[in-house]
């Protein structure tokens, strides 16, 4: 069955603009979470969906938010991109409400601000 | 609040030997999940190994085992008869269920590499 999709692999923007990212976890699955990865700070979590609902939130600014469709498809949008922004956005599917079944990993959105 | 910790940076083994990555982790959940991941310079992260704080006996998949040790609250990453491809980033990663929904806490991972 085919993984969990992230799109686009790889994103240049400008400072102050804004990006959506997008998501579609494997078929059957309801849980997304979202993770950015950098070289300072590691993988911290961003957020998380479950049925279109958010459930659980990192720290992290306003300027990050997300959302989920009725297809289990997520996207994620920053606003007022900083250079710190520059990072590796995974995400992460699951089929359980408890994420008892494991999370499967997109290959990520590789993001860079110029 | 929840926190892995890696202490090895890098790792470097020789092909075919045994290598042992060290995770510790602290909750204070009863009910806690343990993983595993690797990451290729690809990017992605894939899975390869679980551990429920309720297992009774430690995880192994193939040439992955992880030693449990639930007293001193270590998850060490055995991997067997080491291979080229195995060369990557290794990451710890802990769920617990206290905090509610799907959210992993990852450790700064360690960076392994295969040597002929």
């Known amino acids: 069955k085919a993984g969990v999709t992230q799109t686009p692999r790889y994103l240049i923007k400008t400072r102050g603009q804004q990006v959506t990212l997008s998501c579609s976890p494997i078929?059957?699955?309801?849980?997304v979470s979202w993770y950015q990865q950098t070289p300072g700070q590691g993988l911290q979590f961003l957020f998380e969906?479950?049925?279109?609902?958010?459930?659980n939130k990192g720290n992290f600014p306003g300027r990050f938010s997300g959302r989920q469709f009725s297809n289990s498809r997520s996207e994620m949008n920053v606003s007022t991109l900083e250079l710190g922004d520059s990072a590796l956005y995974l995400c992460?599917?699951?089929?359980?409400?408890?994420?008892?079944?494991?999370?499967?990993f997109g290959s990520g959105t590789r993001l860079t601000v110029v | 609040a929840q926190k892995i910790t890696q202490t090895q940076p890098g790792m470097f083994v020789q092909e075919k030997e045994a290598v042992t990555l060290d995770c510790t982790y602290d909750?204070?959940?009863?009910?806690?999940?343990l993983f595993w991941y690797k990451q290729p310079s690809s990017g992605e992260m894939i899975f390869l190994i679980y551990?429920?704080?309720?297992?009774?006996q430690n995880a192994t998949e193939g040439r992955y085992s992880l030693n449990f040790q639930k007293a001193r609250k270590s998850a060490n990453l055995v991997i067997s008869a080491s291979q080229l491809g195995d060369s990557a980033m290794y990451f710890c990663?802990?769920?617990?269920?206290?905090?509610?929904?799907?959210?992993?806490?990852f450790g700064t991972g360690t960076q392994l590499k295969v040597e002929l």
């Open positions: 992460a599917s699951s089929a359980l409400l408890t994420g008892d079944g494991g999370y499967t």
């Open positions: 078929s059957g699955h309801r849980s």
């Open positions: 969906y479950f049925s279109e609902t958010q459930r």
């Open positions: 909750t204070s959940d009863p009910s806690y999940g």
């Open positions: 551990q429920g704080s309720y297992d009774q």
């Open positions: 990663a802990m769920k617990d269920w206290a905090g509610g929904g799907n959210k992993l806490t």
